[in-house]
């Protein structure tokens, strides 16, 4: 985490006393709960910016540093904020070999959106990661938390048909 002096009075009242309540149930020592905390801070506030990531620092008395490494290196969580489905492509190389640039390409395309970027509507945002530990099923996109194997380009027409259909009912 960067070293800067971060407000942490920009963030939702409403919404830190959610996480307050979720973190005071917790048992034991509070930062073994780390993980859990920051699934939980997600799902409040949609991302965890870095004035939250500190937040939950102190909260579960641990460095922000700690809580930062952590959230870097798990790629379901997001420092900026994403689009309502986040499609997350594997780069490694087995599903690079297996034609993962093709996926990301047509991805791209039917989303009209660049990786790392949200899409107009609001929709998706593209990630490409690194290996995400299902080579067997390579090449492998996922969408939110729902996994995606042996994708072919010509697949992907169908699973972003699936989520633009989801809103429509929705709405
Ligand atoms: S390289 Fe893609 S899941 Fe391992």
Known sequence: MKNKILDMTTLDKTLLKELDAYINLLDGDKG????????????????????????????????????????????????????????SVCMGTACFVKGADKVLERVESLTKTKKNEISEDGLFTIKD????????????????????????????????????????ENN
Do not use: W
Request: net charge positive.
């Open 32 to 87: 073994e709960h780390l993980i859990h905390v920051l699934h939980k801070a997600q799902e409040l506030f949609g991302y965890l910016p870095q004035n939250l990531q500190l937040y939950v620092a102190r909260k579960l008395d641990l460095s922000g540093a700690r809580v930062n490494g952590v959230v870097t290196f798990y790629s379901f969580f997001n420092e900026e904020p994403v689009g309502k489905y986040k499609i």
């Open 129 to 168: 990661v690194r290996c995400i530990g299902a080579c067997g099923l390579a090449p492998v996109m996922t969408v939110n938390d729902k996994v995606y194997g042996k994708v072919k380009p010509n697949d992907v027409d169908e699973i972003i048909r699936y989520y633009r259909g989801l809103e429509d």
